[in-house]
Each structure stands twice: as C-alpha cells, then as structure tokens.
C-alpha cells in the first residue's frame, strides 16, 4: 500500500500494482535529468501549458525506479503506454506534490502545491 506520507502514488497497470515515489534521492535525479532547480520543476509540473510529454514520460521513469528498481526498460515502456494520457499526468503530478506533503486528491487542487512553499505546518518528505 502506498504511503502518502512518504510521497506515494498508488497505481495499477498491466494487472499489477505500482508504486511512483520522489523521495529526496529521485528529486535530485530529477533535477540532474532536466538541467532545472526544484522550484522550475515545481512551476512546469503546476502549468499544463508547460508541461511536455516528454517530460511526464522522464519523471515517471525516476519515480517509478524509486519505489521499483529492478524494472527494466521494456517493462517500463509497456507499463508507460498502457496508461491514457490523462492517467500518466495526473499520476506524475500527483506523485510530485505529495512528495512535498500536499495531497491534490483531499484538498481538491489541480495545481500542485509550489516546492520551497509548502503548506503551513507541513515539511517535504523523503
């Protein structure tokens, strides 16, 4: 089961259950995959306008290997294209704010909440 504390995201694809995390360690592959600080990142994944594709596809790499490191590239590829192109945002965008203690899904936030702002009282887990 995931642990929402620790920034994961539940889901099922292909007939199996999976786990995305961005723990500390998949943030910085994170910003070392796409050249940007954390806070870009935060503003990319907050404005569909700016979000590509592709970069969906790269963190739900990262945070998927967090939680499951023995996934293969093919594995990854079928796992990636069995999800529809809404699924794969909302569970990349929803793995990458619970990783900083907003949960999108309880507070009814389509944007996630900015890195480096978090809520009152709440710190970003790892």
């Known amino acids: 089961m995931a642990n929402k504390h620790k920034g994961e995201v539940e889901f099922e694809a292909e007939g199996k259950k999976y ?20 806070a870009e990142l935060g503003n990319i ?11 969906v596809r790269g963190a739900f790499e990262i945070a ?6 023995d996934i293969d590239d093919t594995a990854m590829t079928a796992i990636f294209r069995s999800l529809t192109v809404p699924d794969a ?7 990458f704010t619970t ?20 809520d009152a009282g709440s710190s970003p887990a790892s």
Do not use: W
Request: include cysteine.
């Open 19 to 38: 786990t995305l995390r961005f723990s500390a360690d998949a943030i910085c592959n994170l910003e070392d995959k796409f050249d940007k600080p954390l």
């Open 99 to 118: 990783s900083f203690g907003a949960d999108m899904e309880a507070e009814g936030n389509a944007n996630p909440q900015q890195p480096g702002k978090p």
């Open 64 to 69: 998927l290997r967090d939680k499951h490191p």
């Open 89 to 95: 945002v909302s569970l990349v965008v929803r793995a």
């Open 45 to 55: 994944f907050g404005d569909p306008k700016r979000l590509r594709m592709s970069t």
